[in-house]
């Protein structure tokens, strides 16, 4: 199975600034998956990238893959006190097999 | 659409009592998923049902889990007996096929055990 890890752990910023959360992963993958968690919540898809993709865009969000380096990140600009949950990445091989790290805890102060 | 619907979502019991959890998940997806996640823990799959067959079970303790997906359609997620430990968000998780599509989140159905 692939486990994507995401770092740091914990992230604490102003709305408005940008927040950066990365990923790394083991092996070749198909594509990349982020989620967000709202607490107490379910999980959300945000994004997929394909592994033959570099980057890719969503509304505030931007993801990027780096399959040499075997990682991934997630910016989210201008960040919203809204933006506030935990983000997982999930790194998919063509067999499927969720599997999930610790998250990036990210507290978006107003 | 609908979503994927988890019931219930709290339950409390004691320890060596049992409990079982119902998931739906969205019309005419095939592959679908149980996850236990520990408060400040990332989620653990403990099974993936493909239609009505089992991809992978191997993280379910099966001395005391048990999931059925009878007709390819809901899934039931059954412990007995609990423990303390398996106090956690049971989240159940469905799409089309198992690779390269967007899977879909219920609200997951949160368990104390006391």
């Known amino acids: 199975s692939q486990q994507g890890e995401e770092d740091p752990q914990a992230l604490s910023i102003q709305e408005g600034e940008n927040a950066t959360m990365n990923c790394s992963y083991k092996?070749?993958?198909?594509?990349l998956q982020w989620y967000r968690q709202n607490s107490g919540r379910g999980l959300v898809h945000l994004i997929l990238?394909?592994?033959?993709?570099r980057e890719k865009h969503s509304g505030r969000l931007r993801v990027t893959l780096d399959t040499s380096k075997k990682s991934s990140s997630l910016l989210i600009t201008a960040s919203r006190a809204a933006d506030t949950a935990s983000y997982f990445c999930e790194a998919g091989t063509s067999y499927g097999k969720l599997t999930f790290g610790q998250g990036t805890i990210l507290t978006v102060h107003p | 659409e609908a979503g994927v619907a988890q019931s219930p979502r709290y339950k409390i019991i004691e320890k060596r009592q049992s409990v079982a959890f119902w998931c739906n998940p969205i019309?005419?997806?095939?592959?679908l998923y149980w996850y236990q996640q520990i408060l400040g823990q990332g989620p653990k799959l403990l099974i993936q049902?493909?239609?009505?067959?089992?991809?992978?079970d191997s993280q379910l303790p099966k001395d005391r889990f048990s999931a059925e997906r009878l007709k390819g359609v809901d899934s039931t997620l059954k412990i007995q007996p609990a423990k303390l430990e398996d106090s956690a968000v049971y989240l159940c998780a469905s799409t089309e096929r198992e690779s390269g599509n967007t899977i879909y989140f219920g609200e997951g159905s949160w368990l104390t055990v006391v």
């Open positions: 990238i394909r592994s033959n993709e």
């Open positions: 019309s005419g997806h095939a592959t």
């Open positions: 049902f493909q239609n009505n067959g089992v991809v992978d």
């Open positions: 092996t070749s993958i198909n594509n």
